[in-house]
Nanobody
Framework: QVQLVESGGGLVQAGGSLRLSCAAS????????MGWFRQAPGKAREFMAA????????YYADSVKGRFTISRDNAKNTVYLQMNSLKPEDTAVYYC?????????????WGQGTQVTVSS
């Protein structure tokens, strides 16, 4: 079965950086788009970023454009989210997802999430 395992979350001060990783298994990684989402307490899940199967296209939410960068390594079956200039409002559980396109509704498998906490 498809498994997505996120890592790299933690506690960081405002202005700092973190890099999240998501290791995928169970289907041919390079055939699928990948995305990152987040969910803060009491809020709906929010789309962050997506990357096409070959990395040739990326798409970002306005709230993170210029601060976050999504990338992938198909040889390692891994997608990354580099997060810079972090703000307290970036605090959330971050999830990776695998799917068929770059739109926020095109994912069929999800990871269990990794907590990111940004202190002020």
């Amino acid at each position: 079965q498809v498994q997505l395992v996120e890592s790299g979350g933690g506690l960081v001060q405002a202005g700092g950086s973190l890099r999240l990783s998501c290791a995928a298994s169970g289907r041919t990684f390079s055939n699928y788009a990948m995305g990152w989402f987040r969910q803060a307490p009491g809020k709906a899940r929010e789309f962050m970023a997506a990357i096409s199967w070959n990395g040739g296209s990326t798409y970002y939410a306005d709230s993170v454009k210029g601060r976050f960068t999504i990338s992938r390594d198909n040889a390692k079956n891994t997608v990354y989210l580099q997060m810079n200039s972090l703000k307290p409002e970036d605090t959330a559980v971050y999830y990776c997802a695998s799917g068929y396109g770059l739109g926020p509704d095109e994912y069929d498998y999800w990871g269990q999430g990794t907590q990111v906490t940004v202190s002020s």
